[in-house]
C-alpha cells in the first residue's frame, strides 16, 4: 500500500513546494491537484494571504504538467480559495470561507443535470463568440486558432478531445478581451463538454469518430467568422454548434432509462 504522507504545517513558508507531494497516475489528476492544495486551505495550513509555490514549483513537487497546474489554479480561482495578481503569482484568498457559484462534477448525475449547464452555456457563449469578433485582432486570435489545431490533432489521433474542446470555447470567451467571460468559463469549469461528465457507452465508436468530426467543421465555422470580423456569422456558427449539441444529448436522454446515472455503464 502506497504511504500517504502528510503535508508539513508552514505558515510561515506557505509559497514553499514542499508542502506538496506527488500525485498518483490513477485519478484524474487537475482533480487531485484541487484536492489537495484545497484540503490544505481549508485546514489552515495554507493561511489566507500566502503565496502558492510557482508555476514551475507546483509542477515540480505534484509531479504534473504545466496545463495540469494552470488548470488547478483555474479551478481554485473559480471556488473562491485563491487569487492571483498579475506577474506576483497565486495566494490564498483572503475570505475562502465565501463559496461563490460553481458547477460541481458531482452535481451532474444525470443527463437532464447536463442539459441545464449546456443551456446556460448557450446563453453566453453565443454572445462571446460575437464580441470575439468584433474585437478580433491577430494576437486575440492567435489563441483561436492554436485551440482549433489542437482539437483537430487530438481528433486525427482518434482521442475524445474533451481538453481540446473546452480550450477552444476558453479561447474564444478570452478573445472577447472582457476578463468576466473567462472567469465564468472556469468557473462553469471542463464538465461544460458533455463527454467530461458522461460515461455512457452510448454509441459506437465509429458514430463517436463521425460526431467529433461534425464538431471539428462546426469550430473550423465559428473560428473563421471569428477572424473575419463578422458578428452574425460568428453568433449564428456558434448557436448552431451549441444547439445541435443540445439535440444530440436530448436525445439521448429520452433513450436513457429513467433515474439512470451519466456514470452508468450500457449494458
Do not use: C, W
Request: hydrophobic share 45%; aromatic share 4%; net charge positive.
Amino acid at each position: 500500500m502506497t504511504r500517504r504522507h502528510t503535508l508539513v504545517p508552514a505558515a510561515a513558508r506557505a509559497d514553499k513546494p514542499s508542502l506538496l507531494r506527488p500525485l498518483r497516475p490513477a485519478r484524474n489528476l487537475t482533480s487531485e491537484a484541487v484536492e489537495q492544495i484545497a484540503t490544505e486551505i481549508r485546514a489552515g495550513r495554507l493561511q489566507p494571504g500566502a503565496r502558492l509555490p510557482t508555476e514551475q514549483e507546483l509542477m515540480i513537487a505534484l509531479g504534473v504538467s504545466r496545463t495540469v497546474v494552470r488548470e488547478a489554479v483555474a479551478a481554485l480561482r473559480a471556488e473562491g480559495l485563491v487569487v492571483t495578481r498579475q506577474g506576483a503569482g497565486a495566494f490564498v484568498a483572503t475570505d475562502h470561507g465565501r463559496v461563490p457559484f460553481r458547477i460541481d462534477p458531482s452535481t451532474l448525475s444525470s443527463l437532464s443535470d447536463v442539459l441545464d449547464v449546456m443551456e446556460l452555456r448557450r446563453a453566453v457563449e453565443v454572445e462571446a463568440a460575437a464580441l470575439a469578433s468584433e474585437r478580433v485582432t491577430a494576437a486575440r486570435f492567435a489563441p483561436v486558432a492554436a485551440a482549433h489545431a489542437a482539437f483537430a490533432a487530438a481528433v486525427g489521433t482518434g482521442e475524445t478531445a474533451a481538453n481540446e474542446d473546452f480550450a477552444f470555447h476558453r479561447a474564444i470567451a478570452e478573445a472577447t478581451g472582457n476578463p468576466r467571460f473567462v472567469q465564468l468559463m472556469e468557473v462553469l469549469g471542463r464538465h461544460i463538454i458533455p463527454r467530461y461528465s458522461i460515461r455512457l457507452a452510448l454509441s459506437e465508436p465509429a458514430e463517436q469518430r463521425r460526431y467529433l468530426r461534425t464538431l471539428l467543421k462546426e469550430h473550423g465555422q465559428i473560428a473563421a467568422a471569428i477572424e473575419g470580423g463578422n458578428a452574425v456569422e460568428a453568433r449564428n456558427a456558434m448557436r448552431g454548434h451549441l444547439t445541435r449539441s443540445l439535440g444530440r444529448y436530448r436525445r439521448l436522454a429520452e433513450r436513457q432509462p429513467r433515474g439512470s446515472s451519466v456514470n452508468d455503464r450500457s449494458p
